[in-house]
């Protein structure tokens, strides 16, 4: 079982994505996996950007892999995750959509 952190881009979105955190949280924790959620960690919509950057770093750091979301490479906060994580050597896991599916 891996603890992974889930990143991705929320910023200028609608629900600051949720929807799309929560999916792969219960992905990935299906598949047995102890899942880190920023969703669930800063569910306060209104709360100030770098304070949510704080928050979920200090999580990241405790799982031994990141899982970017669709769109990870367009988020300031999701880059700076991935360079942490990768400057860490955790592994990282990219999530994948099948054609037909709606990311």
């Known amino acids: 079982m891996k603890r992974i952190y889930i990143a991705g881009p929320m910023s200028g979105h609608e629900n ?14 299906a598949a047995g996996h102890d899942v880190v959620n920023p969703a ?10 770098k304070l949510c950057m704080r928050t979920d770093i200090a999580y990241l750091v405790t799982c031994d892999t990141i899982y970017l979301l669709q769109g990870w ?7 700076i995750e991935y360079t942490l994580a990768r400057s860490l050597e955790m592994d990282v896991m990219f999530e994948t959509v099948t054609v037909g599916e709606v990311a």
Do not use: C, T, V, Y
């Open 16 to 29: 600051l994505n949720f929807q799309a955190f929560h999916a792969a949280a219960a992905k990935l924790r």
């Open 40 to 49: 669930e960690i800063n569910p306060d919509p209104l709360m100030e950007w």
């Open 73 to 79: 490479h367009n988020s300031r906060g999701a880059n």
